[in-house]
């Protein structure tokens, strides 16, 4: 077996500090759990590696899609970790699946209905309780904005992490929204979604492209000023009334969708109901605590969910919360 693991910021070179940490953390976390396993992994030189000595770093030079088109038939699989933003992911996919390697992840089309909020919207909304969604084109954003009259949320349909989400309340603050997504995306419309009031969570899943298994309820840190909403860490677990019925319609939903493999994260709130806010088709940061706690090897159990094979039972130990700065910090609760 022959492993080529990139995460698409450490392997860019990208400087947002936020996204670096993240990127760094999930990248060390992947290849400690696979060093085993004649692991090698792609790095820029303005990156720092990770000190997991039995895995191959590769420093890139050139393009990364460059790159991986003359290069990725060398290996046997391939663990790409990258936003799905302006379909990033989707693309990677694609490349290297074109070039016949198996991923260790969601096929490409997967990837692209979970890279739109909105397909994965159109996809799951007679499956399983998803937030009313209206997808909303640059040119009608006058007709939509007399219609706000309460709590909304206006975000990119291809967004990561909280990025240019708002919420609205006046036809006014939906205008300045829309004009502020308007410059996070390339898509032609964005989406307008009712407010939902509750707490943002996120499944941890593994599945093998048929049957689908919880690892965890996640706690999301997120933060609310001046309508607009960020993303700062989350807790691993997080004990709720409802997680049961997160952890069933999570688990329902990754089934419902064709060609989702190993690793997924998904999002949602716990109101007076549990709605699906989205589904994330890649590792989370979660994963950087869940690797911790379980009592397998979580990265071989990725390699392993994509062959077919599930764990036989899921025991988590402790308790961790992370904050997302220019340093992903975990804290150890118990």
Same mark, same amino acid.
């Given at each position: 077996m022959n492993i $080529?693991?990139?995460e698409y910021a450490t392997s860019l070179g990208v400087k947002d500090p936020a996204l670096t940490a993240e990127g760094q953390a999930m990248l060390e976390g992947i290849t400690s759990d696979l060093k085993d396993l004649n692991t090698s992994f792609l790095i820029s030189k303005n990156s720092v590696s990770p000190k997991i000595s039995s895995c191959h770093p590769i420093v890139l030079k050139k393009d990364l899609e460059e790159w991986i !088109?003359?290069?990725i038939s060398f290996y046997d699989f391939c663990l790409p970790i990258a936003p799905e933003e302006d379909f990033i992911l989707f693309k990677l996919t694609r490349l290297i699946e074109k070039n016949g390697v198996q991923v260790l992840g969601s096929s490409s089309d997967a990837v692209c209905t979970c890279s739109d909020k909105y397909l994965t919207y159109q996809a799951l909304k007679s499956k399983v309780p998803v937030i009313p969604t209206i997808k909303v084109l640059w040119d009608e954003i006058d007709n939509y904005a007399n219609t706000i009259s309460s709590k909304h949320v206006v975000k990119? /349909? !291809?967004? @990561? +992490?909280?990025?240019?989400?708002q @919420? @609205? !309340?006046s036809p006014e603050s939906f205008i300045k929204a829309a004009e502020q997504v308007k410059n996070a995306t390339k898509l032609p419309y964005f989406l307008l979604q009712d407010w939902v009031n509750g707490d943002s969570v996120s499944v941890s899943l593994l599945t093998n492209g048929k049957k689908a298994i919880p690892l965890s309820l996640n706690k999301q840190n997120n933060i609310?000023?001046?309508g607009i909403i960020g993303y700062n860490g989350g807790k691993v677990p997080f004990n709720h009334t409802k997680e049961k019925k997160a952890k069933d319609i999570a688990k329902k939903a990754v089934e419902s969708l064709n060609g989702l493999k190993g690793y997924v994260g998904v999002d949602m709130i716990l109101g !007076? *109901?549990? =709605? $699906? %806010? *989205?589904?994330? +088709?890649?590792? &989370? &940061?979660? =994963? %950087? /605590?869940l690797r911790q706690m379980l009592n397998f090897n979580l990265g071989e159990a990725i390699v392993a969910s994509v062959n077919g094979y599930l764990p036989q039972e899921v025991k988590l130990e402790g308790e961790i919360e992370f904050h997302k700065n220019e340093n992903l910090q975990l804290k150890v609760i118990s």
């Open positions: $080529l693991v990139f !088109d003359n290069n990119p /349909a !291809d967004g @990561v +992490s909280c990025s240019a989400v @919420v @609205v !309340d609310q000023k001046d !007076d *109901e549990v =709605y $699906l %806010v *989205e589904i994330n +088709s890649r590792i &989370t &940061t979660p =994963y %950087v /605590a």
